[in-house]
């Protein structure tokens, strides 16, 4: 999910800048930084305070709305991507960790 929202981060910087007229520097700094934090966040989500990043990360994503109008869609969507993927993940890990408790008893 990080993955493909990083790319989409990236892509939004030539928006940002020819579009709606932010500054390259800012563009760069807002749309790279979050796509690189994504790619970053994505390799490291085996630890649990990459998860915390990954909230943090659609935050970001939605706030770039207030630069580029459609992203505060954009980044609604894959915020609800991000935690249904995150709510199941632990749903399934509970029930995965439920199965080998009752394996082991039964």
């Keep these: 999910m990080l ?34 934090l994504c790619l970053l966040t994505a390799g490291a989500l085996r630890r649990p305070e990459a998860y915390a990043i990954g909230h943090l990360i659609q935050v970001g994503a939605i706030c770039l709305g207030f630069l580029v109008p459609v992203m505060f869609f954009v980044g609604a969507m894959f915020a609800a991507l991000w935690f249904t993927a995150f709510f199941l993940g632990r749903k399934i890990e509970a029930d995965k960790a439920r199965w080998a408790a009752e394996a082991e008893g039964g």
């Design 3 to 36: 993955s493909l929202e990083a790319i989409i981060l990236a892509l939004a910087v030539p928006v940002m800048i020819s579009v709606e007229g932010v500054s390259k520097p800012l563009a760069l700094t807002l749309g790279l930084g979050l796509a690189a």
